[in-house]
């Protein structure tokens, strides 16, 4: 028995999307917002987890952070998420005490 042309594409279309290689990055939903003394207020939208988020160039920390995210928001001292582990943020919180060089989203 032949088989059918719609039934022939919907078992390739599955045979495809079951091929097609599963994006494994992932993303904090909302945003991230801090102060810098020389360009004023910055937003990361969506900030990417597992990289290291810049806040400073290294010669004042950025201040009043706000994590409005659904992840927590480990932020650094140090420059590319070096030095010691200043705060561990957790989702939709804000600081107006925290300063931090760098931030990251596991």
């Known amino acids: ?9 919907a078992g390739a279309g599955a045979l495809l999307a079951l091929a097609l290689p599963v994006d494994s990055a992932s993303a904090a939903a909302g945003f ?33 952070p706000s994590n409005q995210t659904d992840r927590v928001a480990h932020l650094y001292l140090g420059l590319d998420c070096s030095g010691g582990l200043v705060a561990v943020m957790q989702p939709y919180t804000s600081s107006l005490t925290i ?7 596991y």
Do not use: E, N
Not at 1 to 9: E, G, K, V
Not at 35 to 64: N, Y
């Open 32 to 64: 991230f917002s801090y102060t810098t003394a020389d360009a004023g207020r910055h937003v990361i939208l969506d900030p990417a987890d597992h990289v290291c988020h810049a806040l400073s160039d290294g010669a004042q920390p950025a201040s009043l």
């Open 99 to 105: 300063t931090a060089d760098s931030l990251r989203y």
């Open 1 to 9: 028995m032949p088989l059918h042309p719609a039934l022939a594409a």
